[in-house]
């Protein structure tokens, strides 16, 4: 069974000016699909339309024409109210957990905040979820009380993905979440993203431009470039015998015959 199914989805920019002209699609023609409690990589150098794809699930991009499906409904149909609730089913990773964690606030208070929107009240009950939430990702309940500054970067990045599954999604979006992070601490997020999966039968969309990431966790593997995709298949085959000379590229740019035994 599909988690997310996108079917030739199409979005494309308004030009600038009166005679600019109609400008090509940032993402023309892209159909992939995530199945329940597996992880898809997307792969691409930048300007391939990777976020704009995300975006575009998200539903914070508007679509010329395709088709978005997320666990059996219809995304783009649904009224706005209802995709509202909906998209509690979606959790999100970013890039840099700096940037979207409050250096104003404690983790305690990060992790009750998708909670406190959803209408859970404030006391014990609360207290409890984050405490084990903090704990399903790794850090001990002791950290609570921290504001993110005085935080790791891996630290950070471990309460970014605490406060993603709060709602108990069905559907992980991860974009670039390893990329800020030293190589020691990256191996430690992709074991853990490999424990969440498998313990919760958490379905993935993994986006980055780092080979070697994507075949440590990615059952699957689409490679995009210029807003389409070239090459899609098991991430095994697509790493192992690459059918388009841009993977062969991106493959000896980022991914030596060590990683490929990962």
């Not at 399903?136 to 950290?143: A, E, I, K, L, V």
């Not at 993203?193 to 990431?213: I, Q, R």
């Not at 440590?216 to 470039?225: A, F, P």
């Amino acid at each position: 069974m599909s988690m997310l199914e996108v079917r030739d989805l199409v979005i494309r920019y308004a030009g600038q000016g009166l005679f600019g002209g109609r400008p090509a699609p940032t993402v023309n023609g892209i159909s992939l699909r995530v199945q329940t409690g597996t992880t898809l990589g997307v792969v691409g150098e930048s300007g391939s339309g990777k976020s704009t794809l995300l975006r575009a699930i998200l539903g914070l991009v508007p679509v010329e024409s395709g088709a978005i499906t997320l666990d059996g409904r219809d995304w783009l149909s649904l009224p706005r109210r209802d995709r509202h609730e909906a998209r509690r089913a979606i959790g999100v990773v970013a890039q840099n957990p700096f940037l979207s964690l409050s250096p104003r606030l404690t983790v305690a208070e990060i992790l009750a905040e998708p909670l406190l929107a959803r209408g859970d009240r404030p006391g014990p009950a609360l207290r409890d979820r984050t405490a084990m939430l903090l704990l399903r990702c790794g850090m001990p309940p002791d950290f609570l009380p921290r504001r993110a500054r005085e935080l790791s970067g891996g630290q950070a990045q471990r309460v970014a993905i605490a406060r993603s599954l709060a709602l108990d999604p069905k559907l992980l979006i991860l974009d670039e979440p390893t990329s800020a992070l030293d190589i020691s601490v990256q191996a430690q997020i992709l074991n853990l993203l490999a424990d969440l999966k498998e313990a919760s039968n958490l379905s993935m969309l993994f986006v980055t431009h780092n080979l070697k990431v994507v075949a440590h966790v990615s059952d699957n593997l689409v490679v995009m470039r210029q807003g389409k995709i070239l090459e899609s298949g098991p991430t095994s085959r697509v790493i192992d015998a690459p059918e388009c000379d841009y993977t062969l590229k991106l493959l000896s740019h980022g991914l030596g015959r060590k990683a490929r035994q990962m």
